[in-house]
Structures are given as structure tokens and as C-alpha cells.
Nanobody
Framework: QVQLTESGGGLVQAGGSLRLSCAPP????????MGWFRQAPGKEREFVAA????????YYTDSVKGRFTISRDSAKNTVYLQMTSLNPEDTAVYYC??????????????????WGQGTQVTVSA
């Protein structure tokens, strides 16, 4: 089992920005796609963004389009989530995830093989 490591969470005022990072242990190979999910208190974990292993195609949930940008450094197997124009509704624990092989649906939790432990993002009004 591979444990991903997230970093970059914290407390920010509404309208502010944060950048999350996620990387697997060194010498981890065969990562196809990586994604970000989030879980707010009392709510289910939900898809935020993903980036595929083919031409770095990106996917976003509607509520973050135009505000969040997912990117990856393939040489480092590292994925980033740049979050701007944050609002209190973005407050959640953010989880990084990765797939080992091609998946038809990168929006689904079940598509991912490895997960991080999560990083807290809190946006104050």
C-alpha cells in the first residue's frame, strides 16, 4: 500500500489562495492519474479535480472551475492544486489520490488505488 503525502493546507481568509501539494514515496512508479477530493464536516467525500496520464487532461467539479487549477510534475510524480478566490464553502479536509492504471471515470472515489491522509483547509469569512 502506497501512502501519499499532502502539504500546503491551512487557514486563509475568504478571497485568499492556497496551493496544495501531493507526492508518493520516492521510487513509486506507474502512477497514471492523480486527483483531489475533499470532505467537509458532516458531508460525504467529493471529487474536486483530477489530471490524467494522457496529455495531462484535467477535470474539475463545477463549483471550483475557474478558481482551482490542478497540475503535475511527472518527473517528481507530484501533483498540485492551486486554489484561488477561496470561500468558506471550500472549507474541508482535502485528500490526494492516485491511480496505477487507466480508469474511465476519474470522478469516482473507487477509481483510485492510493490515498493520502488529508490536509485541512479552513476559509474564514
Amino acid at each position: 500500500q502506497v501512502q501519499l503525502t499532502e502539504s500546503g493546507g491551512g487557514l486563509v481568509q475568504a478571497g485568499g489562495s492556497l496551493r496544495l501539494s501531493c507526492a508518493p514515496p520516492s521510487r513509486t512508479f506507474n502512477i497514471y492519474a492523480m486527483g483531489w477530493f475533499r470532505q467537509a464536516p458532516g458531508k460525504e467525500r467529493e471529487f474536486v479535480a483530477a489530471i490524467s496520464g494522457i496529455n495531462d487532461i484535467t477535470y474539475y467539479t463545477d463549483s471550483v472551475k475557474g478558481r482551482f487549477t490542478i497540475s503535475r510534475d511527472s518527473a517528481k510524480n507530484t501533483v498540485y492544486l492551486q486554489m484561488t478566490s477561496l470561500n468558506p464553502e471550500d472549507t474541508a479536509v482535502y485528500y490526494c489520490a492516485a491511480t496505477r492504471v487507466w480508469r474511465s471515470n476519474l470522478y469516482a472515489i473507487a477509481s483510485y488505488d492510493w490515498w493520502g491522509q488529508g490536509t485541512q483547509v479552513t476559509v474564514s469569512a
